[in-house]
């Protein structure tokens, strides 16, 4: 008789990736924090969109498409994130013959104290993800939602201290310089932002 055995499957991957050393490319961060309020402080259609959303900060994501051409520094940080997210498909095992994914939307966002973003996934896309640029003490962080949640009509509550792969919602604390990748269709929301100065950091998907 063969002993019991349990094996995992349908894993749902969150790939997290070094893209900028903030000790070694100080300036290259500056720049992009540069870019950040830039557009934050003149793009006044964006602001118009984030205070009909009761959006509290300020976010690219509907009023600007071309940050890349925009800011050196922001075309810069795409090619690293673009190699990056290639890199990922691989591990992910995707079959995209001779196509490479490419970047098709790329937006800052300034989350205000007290601020948060309520959960969402990201349509029309492959990956996702974000590249974490400013997080000041009590930053928030991001959570993402086991996919298989509204189907989990009667299961029990967990105990807090199981494994990291059985959990219902994961929190990741991130990093500057690090970005965070995941497939477009897992839903995530950013919570409160505890902090006393905004958290700033920039989106992406790629097709």
């Not at 969109?49 to 925009?70: F, H, K, M, V």
């Not at 995707?94 to 939307?105: A, P, Q, V």
């Not at 905004?198 to 992406?204: C, Q, T, V």
Request: glycine residues 6%.
């Amino acid at each position: 008789m063969t002993k019991a055995v349990t094996r995992s499957y349908f894993a749902t991957q969150i790939h997290e990736c070094p893209i900028v050393d903030p000790a070694k490319d100080a300036e290259f961060i500056e720049d992009l924090i540069d870019g950040v309020v830039m557009l934050a402080e003149g793009d006044e259609a964006g602001q118009q969109w984030c205070e009909e959303q009761g959006y509290l900060g300020y976010t690219s994501y509907a009023s600007l498409n071309d940050l890349p051409q925009r800011i050196s520094a922001f075309g810069k940080l795409e090619k690293r994130l673009v190699k990056a997210a290639n890199a990922y498909a691989k591990e992910l095992g995707f079959e995209l013959g001779s196509h490479k994914l490419s970047m098709n939307s790329f937006w800052v966002n300034v989350l205000d104290p007290g601020a948060g973003h309520s959960g969402h996934i990201h349509p029309n896309s492959v990956l996702s993800g974000t590249f974490y640029l400013d997080l000041p003490e009590g930053a928030s962080a991001i959570r993402f939602e086991d996919p298989r949640l509204p189907f989990m009509m009667n299961s029990p509550p967990q105990k807090a201290d199981i494994a990291a792969d059985l959990k219902r919602f994961i929190y990741f604390q991130p990093q500057v310089g690090q970005a965070l990748f995941w497939e477009s269709w897992l839903r995530h929301e950013v919570l409160v932002n505890m902090a006393d100065e905004p958290r700033l950091s920039i989106s992406f998907n790629l097709s």
